[in-house]
Nanobody, 127 residues
Framework: QVQLVESGGGSVQAGGSLRLSCAAF????????MGWFRQAPGKEREAVAI????????YYADSAKGRFTISQDNAKNTLYLQMNSLKPEDTAMYYC????????????????????WGQGTQVTVSS
């Protein structure tokens, strides 16, 4: 049974930084992807950044490119999201998710393809 536990959310002012962490328990898959999704009130859940567990590929939403960095420490089974230059529009609940890759080291980006989810951590950015 895979369990994902996020931490690191909080409240910051615009321009600030936060680092989210996601500790993964109970998974030993090689053909696996992990990612960060977010959902703001009244909006659909969207992919922010995704990484193949073998480091084969990464994906960033356009809104995250140049500001966010996804990384993983396989020895610790921990996923990170470094968020810099935060904007009020980044305010959302952020979820860690895991799912099987689409093959060839590539990952799906649709939330429906991810079968394991954390409980979420709130990020609030004030102007």
């Amino acid at each position: 049974q895979v369990q994902l536990v996020e931490s690191g959310g909080g409240s910051v002012q615009a321009g600030g930084s936060l680092r989210l962490s996601c500790a993964a328990f109970g998974y030993t898959y090689n053909n696996y992807c992990m990612g960060w999704f977010r959902q703001a009130p009244g909006k659909e859940r969207e992919a922010v950044a995704i990484i193949a567990a073998d480091g084969g590929s990464t994906y960033y939403a356009d809104s995250a490119k140049g500001r966010f960095t996804i990384s993983q420490d396989n020895a610790k089974n921990t996923l990170y999201l470094q968020m810099n230059s935060l904007k009020p529009e980044d305010t959302a609940m952020y979820y860690c998710a895991g799912g099987f890759s689409s093959g060839g080291g590539y990952c799906y980006t649709a939330s429906g393809r991810f079968r394991h989810w954390g409980q979420g951590t709130q990020v609030t950015v004030s102007s």
